[in-house]
Structure formats: structure tokens, C-alpha cells
T-cell receptor
Framework: AQTVTQSQPEMSVQEAETVTLSCTYD???????LFWYKQPPSRQMILVIR??????QNATENRFSVNFQKAAKSFSLKISDSQLGDAAMYFC?????????????FGKGTKLTVNP | SAVISQKPSRDICQRGTSLTIQCQVD?????MFWYRQQPGQSLTLIAT?????????ESGFVIDKFPISRPNLTFSTLTVSNMSPEDSSIYLC??????????FGEGSWLTVV
């Protein structure tokens, strides 16, 4: 079974600085998707960024980028120029290949605090 | 993308009662998913709701406790039956677009007293 591990229960960053959240996963599949979701106090799950495993290029969305290391099964999220609104729980998630089930396996989450 | 509406957004329920959560999507989707997030925890999949067939439940979740309906390709309900304080959680509906990305509703925050 697939597993997702987030080893940092909590992280903090100064406003305008850069922070990296770690995620590792385990799967026997060669094709899959990885996601980072943000969950603010409102509890809405907001998609931050996604990565297709077959793509070697790391995904980027404005201030958010990932470092995807397929061989190492690592998928870290970098937040640049951190803002107060970035404070939230961040969940790393895995789903299997296209055409298969769209269910997600989540890590335990990392609570990010942004200090002014 | 997909826009997903969940009702209720929040409720306080009496022990022993049941509550039905609704999930409405703005487009037709093949599979809908129901997750539970207990306080301070991550999300755990309850079941996959397929249109025209019975839901598929994950280990640890049973139909008698969490009956699910999926009458059409844009709507699903999850009922939490005979609630106890341990059922106090956020329940989230999610869908896939068939293009890889998974979207979530706003969640339904249930407190059982």
C-alpha cells in the first residue's frame, strides 16, 4: 500500500523568507500524481500545487515550487517570500495513475507558522 | 476545475442521532469520495461513491454506520448514523476531474454532544 510521510509536524518562517516542507512517499507504481494541499483555519482544502510523476520538470505556481526526486521518492514544497496568509496546515498527498482510482493518501501534515 | 458545495457547513448533533451531509458538484464526475478528518488529524478516506452502484468502503468503515447515496453524476450524500462523540470530525467530499487533479468541498464540521 502507498504511504506518505511528513516528518515535520511544525515549521515556522519569518515573513518574506523562504521555507521548505518535506514529504516522502512509498509506491511501487511508476506513474502517479503528487499534491500539496493547504488547509487554513477555515478547514477548506486548497490545492497548492501538483506534480505528475512522468514529468521531470518540477512544478511551479507563483511563490510555490516543488523539488521532486522520483528515485528518492521525495516531494518537498518550497514557499518563497512567505506571507502571513501562508500560515496553515500543509498536507502532502499521493494518488495513483491516470485511469485508476482518484482517491488520495495523505501525510499527517505540517503546521506552518509565519512570523511578522 | 470543479466547484463543490457541501451542506451543512457546521452542525452540533445530539448523541444517538443521525445526520446527512450533502455534496453537490457543478459538473458530472464519475467518482466522488468522502473523507473524515478527526480533530488534529489528517484526512482518512471513508468510501468511494460510484453512480449506479454501491459505495466502496475502506477498511474500518461500514455501510451501516456511514450509508452513502449517489443518485446521479453531480450529487452524493453521506449519513453519519447513531452518532457518538468519537464521530466529531470534519467530513469532506472530493471529486476528480479525470485530468489528475482532485478538488474538495468546504467540509462539514460536526460536533456530537
Amino acid at each position: 500500500a502507498q504511504t506518505v510521510t511528513q516528518s515535520q509536524p511544525e515549521m515556522s518562517v519569518q515573513e518574506a523568507e523562504t521555507v521548505t516542507l518535506s514529504c516522502t512517499y512509498d509506491t511501487s507504481e511508476s506513474d502517479y500524481y503528487l499534491f500539496w494541499y493547504k488547509q487554513p483555519p477555515s478547514r477548506q482544502m486548497i490545492l497548492v500545487i501538483r506534480q505528475e510523476a512522468y514529468k521531470q520538470q518540477n512544478a511551479t505556481e507563483n511563490r510555490f515550487s516543488v523539488n521532486f526526486q522520483k528515485a528518492a521518492k521525495s516531494f518537498s514544497l518550497k514557499i518563497s517570500d512567505s506571507q502571513l496568509g501562508d500560515a496553515a496546515m500543509y498536507f502532502c498527498a499521493y494518488r495513483g495513475p491516470q485511469g485508476g482510482s482518484e482517491k488520495l493518501v495523505f501525510g499527517k501534515g505540517t503546521k506552518l507558522t509565519v512570523n511578522p | 476545475s470543479a466547484v463543490i458545495s457541501q451542506k451543512p457547513s457546521r452542525d452540533i448533533c445530539q448523541r444517538g442521532t443521525s445526520l446527512t451531509i450533502q455534496c453537490q458538484v457543478d459538473s458530472q464526475v464519475t467518482m466522488m469520495f468522502w473523507y473524515r478528518q478527526q480533530p488534529g488529524q489528517s484526512l482518512t478516506l471513508i468510501a468511494t461513491a460510484n453512480q449506479g452502484s454501491e459505495a466502496t468502503y475502506e477498511s474500518g468503515f461500514v455501510i451501516d454506520k456511514f450509508p452513502i447515496s449517489r443518485p446521479n453524476l453531480t450529487f452524493s450524500t453521506l449519513t453519519v448514523s447513531n452518532m457518538s462523540p468519537e464521530d466529531s470530525s470534519i467530513y469532506l467530499c472530493s471529486v476528480g476531474t479525470g485530468k489528475g487533479t482532485i478538488y474538495f468541498g468546504e467540509g462539514s464540521w460536526l460536533t456530537v454532544v
